[in-house]
Each structure stands twice: as structure tokens, then as C-alpha cells.
């Protein structure tokens, strides 16, 4: 008896101590959790709010590089994109991107957030990513808006933007990004591929890029921009100084557009953030100096998209490579940004006022291929890019991709805006032109008694 008193003695209190170590190492798994949770939900709120932010750096760029006489006008788009984009997406947009899939082409639920509650902790974070997903949208509409400034219909552009926020970029954000919020259930037939953006270099930039053209190419050029040879005429932007502040806004807001699309709090956004800053620099001085050899001076406005450039060009690979690639990656984006504008505007003769159809539509393929290049087996769980001796397992599924949403996007746009031409009218007339689309489209000017009645 002494002997089995004295084994249920050492047996018990051993017991008891695993009880009570269980009992807080689960309720701290349940705390940590929640926290982890939390904290997803508050970073992915903030980098919503910087990528918010960014609406304010394009209606600066757009305006800054764009005349006078037509500036509020470009206010006016911007707050539009925002403001009736988002009840599209939120109505339409949403379901067709992110609901349950049907055969990888598009969604099928949750228009309106249909089933989502408001105090559950899954419908709270669905708000939250909603709230994210609509400022991404918001984009690719206002990319549209500088490559077909100074010459559309306001009435025209609402329908333009209900199109493009409500049924181009969700569809083919479906395609690529259709498993970010219900998993295999949404996914679409890129990410069967392998198709790799990150936060966007396709899917929000070269999608808005794309429709940019489209518009372009359906308006025609502004009053003025070509001689009756076709030889290009440049027509300077009014306010370089508002332009630039635009771009200094838009790469602050850009820290919420790549990290923040990690829609986790975790160590990644470092490394994030390093890349996307590393590139914009990169291609800020790409940019420079192709202007400055190939100008004789290093032009600011060129040396403006050469930042973009790099911005819109890590984009997708912004998580999957080094800082030393990014740096490479965002250089060859300021190269490509320069000779892009040269070639759209003197060659192909299409009027795109700021640059937008390079700076995106150009510099998001770019960035989409990167991927596909420069991809560290490091940061992609042991496959690498070409560059890495990965061969063309990851590049092959970026070119499907570029090719794709490169057809879908300019195809629908172009159809959008032919639709828009035959049955509204797109484009102001030769006098409402001249005199700027404040006064003619909205009867007043941004700037009082500054207003003039000539297209210099």
C-alpha cells in the first residue's frame, strides 16, 4: 500500500500540472490568434486609407500635367472614379472579382456583400477587405481618366467609369486574384496557371492602362496636338509643381498599395516596402538620364513618370525578389517609360496627355514579366525566375496573363467607348475644346479671371 500511495502521489500532481499548463497555453493560442486577427484588420485598413490617398496624387498629377482651362474638370473625374466607383464595385464589382467562381472566368456571389453580417468577426474582416478591394478599383478607373483628358464628355466619362469598376476589372481580376477571399472556391483560370501579381501590376495598372488606349484611340487626338504633316506638338501641363507633389502623394500611398496587399500584419511588409521604394528610385533616375541623353536636358515631367514607372513596375514581383532586382526592375521601367511616351505619341500618333498608357499599361506588363524573371526561390518557396535558373515555368504563365487581360481590357474598353460614341457622343465639340472643359462642361474655372480662349 505504502509503495502504491506513493506512485499515485507522483502520478497525480504530474497530472494536474499538465491540466493547468494546457488550460492557459490554449487560451493563449485563442488570445494570439485574435490578436493576429486584429491586427490584420487594422493593417489592412490603414494601407486602405494611404491607397485612398493616392486619389488625391493622380487628380494632382492629372491636373498639373494637363491646361489650366480644363483642370476642375479632371477634379471632377477623379472624385467621380471614387465616389461612383465604389457603390459599382460594392453593388456589381465585388461579386464578379472575388464570388464563388464559375468555370475561372467570374464571380458569382456576394453583390451588395449579400450574406455578410456586421459584427461577426469573419463579416469584419470581409468589410474590411471589401473596403481594400474598392480603392483598388478606384484606380484602375483614374488611370483611364489622364490618357483621355482635356476632350470627353463628363456625361460620357460616368458611364465609362460604371463599366470599368462594375464589369472589366472585376472580370479579370477575378482571373487572377478570384481566391483572395473565399480560397480554391473563387479561384479563376490565371491562378490555375501560376499567373503571379502581387498587388497589381496587371490587374489594376496595365487593365486601366489598356482602357486608357482604348479611349484614346476612339477620341482622337486634342485640337492642336499634330500639324497637318502628323508631326507631334507637345502641349506642357500647367502646373509642374502641383504634378510633382502628385507624384510624392501617389509613392506615399503606394506603401499601402504593395505592403498593404499582404492583408496581414506580418515581417513581409518590410522587405515590401524596401522594393517598392528601391524600384521607384531606380526608376525615377532611369527616367532622368534617357531625358537628359536624349533631350540634351533631364526633363522633370519625364523624370515624374520615370517614379511612377518604377512604382507601377514592382508592383506585381514587390514580395518574390531582392532589393538588388527591385533596383534593376524599376531602373529598366525609367527607360522603358521614356522611349514608351516617345513611341505612342511620334509613331503610333496617339494622344495620351500625361502618359498614363506607358506609365501603366507599358510598365505593368513590364512588372508583370519581372516576376516571372527575377522571382527569388528564396521568397517563393524554392521556384525562381528565369534569372534564377528557374527556366520558363514562372515566365510563361506571365505572358499568358499580360497577353490576356491585354486583350480583354483594351478590347472591352475600346467597345465601352464605341458603345458610349454611338449613343451618347464622347467628345466635346471643337469650341467647347478651345474654351476648356471647366467652363464648357461645368460652367466655372479653377481659376478665377485666369482663363483663356486659345489652345496655347
Known amino acids: 500500500m505504502t509503495i502504491k500511495r506513493s506512485m499515485v502521489g507522483r502520478k497525480i500532481p504530474a497530472l494536474a500540472t499538465l491540466m493547468l499548463l494546457a488550460a492557459p497555453s490554449a487560451a493563449f493560442a485563442a488570445e494570439e490568434a485574435m490578436s493576429q486577427a486584429h491586427g490584420n484588420i487594422l493593417w489592412t485598413l490603414l494601407a486602405a486609407i494611404l491607397v485612398f490617398f493616392m486619389q488625391a496624387g493622380f487628380a494632382c498629377v492629372e491636373a498639373g500635367f494637363t491646361r489650366a482651362k480644363s483642370a476642375g474638370n479632371i477634379l471632377m473625374k477623379n472624385f467621380l472614379d471614387f465616389s461612383a466607383g465604389s457603390i459599382i464595385f460594392f453593388l456589381f464589382g465585388f461579386g464578379l472579382m472575388f464570388g464563388l467562381d464559375a468555370g475561372g472566368f467570374t464571380g458569382t456571389s456576394a453583390f451588395g456583400l449579400s450574406g455578410t453580417g456586421l459584427t461577426d468577426g469573419d463579416s469584419q474582416w470581409t468589410l474590411t477587405f471589401w473596403f481594400f478591394q474598392s480603392v483598388f478599383a478606384a484606380t484602375a478607373a483614374t488611370i483611364v481618366s489622364g490618357g483621355i483628358a482635356e476632350r470627353t464628355k463628363f456625361s460620357s466619362y460616368i458611364l465609362v467609369t460604371a463599366i470599368v469598376t462594375g464589369l472589366i476589372y472585376p472580370i479579370s481580376g477575378h482571373w487572377a486574384w478570384g481566391s483572395l477571399w473565399l480560397g480554391d472556391s ?24 489598356w482602357i486608357a488606349l482604348a479611349g484614346a484611340m476612339v477620341l482622337g487626338p486634342r485640337i492642336g496636338k499634330y500639324t497637318a504633316d502628323g508631326k507631334a506638338k507637345a502641349i506642357p501641363g500647367h502646373n509642374i509643381p502641383l504634378a510633382s ?21 506580418d515581417g513581409s511588409i518590410g522587405l515590401i516596402a524596401v522594393t517598392t521604394s528601391l524600384s521607384a528610385c531606380a526608376g525615377t533616375l532611369g527616367a532622368m538620364f534617357t531625358s537628359w541623353f536624349r533631350f540634351g536636358k533631364p526633363d522633370i515631367s519625364m523624370t515624374c513618370n ?16 531582392t532589393p538588388a532586382a527591385a533596383i534593376i526592375i524599376g531602373l529598366i521601367a525609367g527607360v522603358l517609360v521614356v522611349l514608351s511616351i516617345e513611341f505612342i505619341d511620334k509613331i503610333l500618333k496617339i494622344d495620351d496627355p500625361v502618359g498614363a498608357v506607358s506609365v501603366h499599361g507599358v510598365c505593368g506588363a513590364w512588372g508583370t514579366l519581372a516576376c516571372g524573371l527575377f522571382t527569388s526561390p528564396t521568397l517563393n518557396d524554392g521556384a525562381g525566375g528565369l534569372f534564377y535558373g528557374g527556366g520558363f515555368a514562372l ?12 486583350v480583354w481590357a483594351f478590347g472591352a474598353g475600346y467597345l465601352a467607348f464605341t458603345i458610349a460614341k454611338a449613343t451618347m457622343g464622347i467628345r466635346v465639340s471643337a469650341e467647347e475644346e478651345m474654351k476648356g472643359l471647366d467652363i464648357s462642361e461645368h460652367g466655372m474655372e479653377s481659376y478665377n479671371g485666369f482663363q483663356i480662349f486659345s489652345n496655347e
Open 186 to 209: 473563387g479561384a479563376g483560370w490565371l491562378e490555375g496557371l501560376g499567373f503571379m501579381d502581387f498587388a497589381g501590376s496587371t490587374v489594376v495598372h496595365s487593365v486601366g492602362g
Open 245 to 265: 507633389l502628385g507624384v510624392f502623394i501617389l509613392w506615399f500611398g503606394w506603401f499601402g498599395f504593395n505592403p498593404g496587399s499582404t492583408t496581414t500584419a
Open 306 to 321: 520615370g517614379a511612377l514607372a518604377g512604382l507601377v513596375g514592382i508592383t506585381a514581383p514587390c514580395a518574390t525578389v
Open 395 to 406: 515566365v510563361t504563365p506571365q505572358l499568358i496573363g499580360i497577353a490576356a487581360c491585354f
